[in-house]
Nanobody
């Protein structure tokens, strides 16, 4: 069972780049079939899947966000990074990372984008 913990700046300004880290423990991010997603939930709205990275480092993204989103990993630190560029107040949300099958979730990190 993986333990996931998100971390990030909390508050960013419009047009800036947001970087969030998901620190994974209990399992290596390079374990065969490992798959980690970034998911967000804006206030008063449902969950939105943003993208994911697998054990090989291959990534996939939501079509609506792919032009602004990248996901990378640091295998030495066993963590995964989400980059979201050109943020706007509409990117205000709680951001989560989750493991394969969405069985394991982090506690989420609140990100507020100021105008």
């Amino acid at each position: 069972q993986a333990q996931l913990k998100e971390s990030g700046p909390g508050l960013v300004k419009s047009s800036q780049t947001l970087a969030l880290t998901c620190t994974v423990s209990g399992v290596s991010i390079t374990t065969n079939l490992a798959y980690f997603s970034w998911i967000r939930q804006p206030p008063g709205k449902g969950l939105e899947w943003m993208g994911a990275i697998n054990w090989n480092g291959a990534t996939e993204f939501s079509p609506s966000l792919k032009n602004r989103t990248s996901i990378s990993r640091d295998t030495a630190k066993n963590h995964i990074t989400l980059i979201l560029t050109s943020v706007t107040p509409e990117d205000t949300a709680v951001y989560y990372c989750a493991g394969r099958g969405y069985l394991d979730w982090g506690q989420g990190t609140q990100v507020t984008v100021s105008s």
